[in-house]
Each structure stands twice: as C-alpha cells, then as structure tokens.
C-alpha cells in the first residue's frame, strides 16, 4: 500500500476495503463450510427421506446436532425448524434434491 501522497481519509479508505475484504473471505468460507456439511448430512438421510416422505416435501435440517423437520413447502419445514431452534440457520432440501441455507 503506497501511502505517500494520501491523506489521513484516504489511508483510512484503503484500510477499511482491505479489512472489509479479508471478512468477506471469512465469511464466504463459513458459508461454504456450513453448506458442505448441510450437504453431507443430506445424502446421509436421503435414502431413507425418499422412502418415507413424498419427493416434493421439504427438509431444513439443523447441521449442528442432524435434526430435521419435514414440511410441503420450504418455508413450512423452516418454520418448523425455527420453532425448535430460534436463532440457528438451516440447510435447506427437496426430498431427492438440494436447495440451499437459510437463516
């Protein structure tokens, strides 16, 4: 970082994008990392969701503990999930496919 001829703000600015970067990064990280293991956990099930449930219910999953809820709708299952664990984030799957995180 060439600071000769910044003023005090300008330093600042770069400081700032420079930390506001590296947070990102973290953050990204913890997303991929919490949607790998909501994956994981998923294909575990997933036999077994297939056999019980229709393929087009829904599951959130908790990637903490495995817990999960079953609803016909996504937002339903999220809800249910909620209900159990207020202030955790869930992965979120079709029955016999992916769909995502959501907090």
């Not at 000769?4 to 930390?19: A, H, P």
């Not at 999960?68 to 799957?93: C, H, M, N, W």
Request: proline letters at 2%; hydrophobic letters at 40%; aromatic letters at 10%.
């Amino acid at each position: 970082m060439a600071s000769l001829g910044m003023t005090l703000s300008e330093k600042l600015v770069v400081r700032i994008n420079l930390l506001y970067s590296k947070i990102m990064r973290k953050i990204t990280s913890a997303q991929e990392s919490f949607a790998e293991k909501g994956r994981q956990i998923y294909y575990q099930l997933k036999p077994m969701l297939e056999k019980k449930y229709s393929l087009e219910d829904y599951v959130s999953i908790d990637v903490e503990t495995g817990d999960y809820q079953i609803d016909e709708t996504g937002v339903g299952a999220i809800l249910k999930s909620k209900r159990q664990y207020p202030k955790k984030k869930f992965f979120l799957a079709q029955v016999g496919r992916i769909a995502g995180m959501f907090k």
